[in-house]
């Protein structure tokens, strides 16, 4: 049995300021609202198991809450998390611009034998930050973020869509983004795939 039908996700999707959704091809839907909409989109191909991340857990009324840290819009950013009852999401919570945003996010890890166990917070986060997002700001201008990186592709459309490849730690992904009547779809893979040339954007 292979690594792909070891694990599944169910993620959720939580929208009171942003947006995450979760899905096992890859695929990430982004509205063109710069702030409110962002969705970002990882497929977990193994359990990754987070040792030593510094993470840090306070108690509060609620119970314990979990701080770990997400790249997001290109920083990385101190997100709260809160874990669901009765499922296996969890709320990351965090600040950008001065107002308080949040996305959703959760799973399962399904064994050989078919026992399955709750992915933890910080399962999660890494599939987000493994992730890229692609927003449209106020502008009209496109951008995809990734890990540290901010680069604006507007230019790089050709009969809407793109193909771009992206860096992280020496570790070369492929995307093409597409461009739809209601935000961005992109597929992202460690292999370019056939068909028009793939334009590599270094990091800083």
Not at 20 to 43: G, P
Not at 122 to 143: H, L, T
Not at 178 to 201: A, C, H, L, R, V
Request: charged residues 25%; negative net charge; glycine residues 10%.
């Amino acid at each position: 049995m292979t690594n792909k039908e070891l694990y599944k996700q169910a993620f959720s999707a939580l929208h009171p300021s942003g947006h995450l959704s979760l899905e096992v091809e890859e695929l990430a839907r982004i509205s063109k609202k710069h702030k409110a909409n962002m969705t970002i989109a990882a497929a977990v191909a193994c359990a990754v198991i987070i040792g030593g991340s510094g993470t840090v857990y306070a108690a509060d009324i609620g119970g314990i809450q979990e701080k770990l840290s997400l790249w997001l819009y290109g920083e990385k950013t101190q997100v709260d998390v809160t874990e669901h009852t009765g499922d296996t999401g969890y709320t990351f919570t965090y600040e950008h611009d001065g107002e308080t945003e949040s996305i959703g996010g959760g799973g399962v890890i399904i064994e050989a034998d078919g026992t399955e166990t709750r992915m933890s917070a910080g399962e999660v986060a890494e599939n987000i930050n493994q992730s890229a997002s692609i927003i449209e700001d106020d502008d009209g201008r496109i951008w995809v973020y990734y890990y540290n990186q901010k680069s604006d592709i507007t230019e790089l459309f050709e009969e809407n869509r793109c193909r771009i490849s992206l860096s992280h730690d020496g570790e070369i992904v492929y995307m093409e983004i597409t461009m739809e009547s209601d935000g961005y779809t992109y597929t992202k893979s460690n292999e370019p795939e056939n068909g028009p040339e793939y334009i590599f954007i270094p990091a800083d």
